[in-house]
Structures are given as C-alpha cells and as structure tokens.
C-alpha cells in the first residue's frame, strides 16, 4: 500500500506537471516506479541564461 500512496503523493505535489505532460511513451516498469521519484523539485530553467548550466545541477 505504501508505494501506491508514495505514487500519489508524486503525482499531488505537482499536479499540473504530470497533466501536461504525455506519459504515454514511458514504459510500463517505469510508471510502477514513480513512486521512487519521491522526494523531487522541479527546476525551472532561467531564460536569460539558456545556455548556462543550473546551479543546481552543479550542486547535485
């Protein structure tokens, strides 16, 4: 019960990310594990600085 509510939680916390987006050509043992993805952040690129690297992905 605890992956399907971790699943949920993923998908709430950004709902309309995942309603934009066409999950259709993901594969099947991917979408069973969303729930992995927990916790996450989206990052929203700058842009004015399109062709620079985000901060955060240095970071991590």
Do not use: C
């Not at 999950?23 to 916790?39: C, G, I, Q, V």
């Amino acid at each position: 019960m605890q992956p399907l509510l971790d699943t949920l939680e993923v998908i709430e916390g950004h709902k309309n990310f995942w309603q934009e987006r066409d999950l259709s050509d993901l594969s099947p043992a991917f979408l069973r594990r969303l729930n992995e993805l927990k916790p996450y952040s989206l990052v929203k690129p700058d842009p004015d600085k399109i062709f620079e690297t985000s901060a955060i992905f240095l970071k991590t």
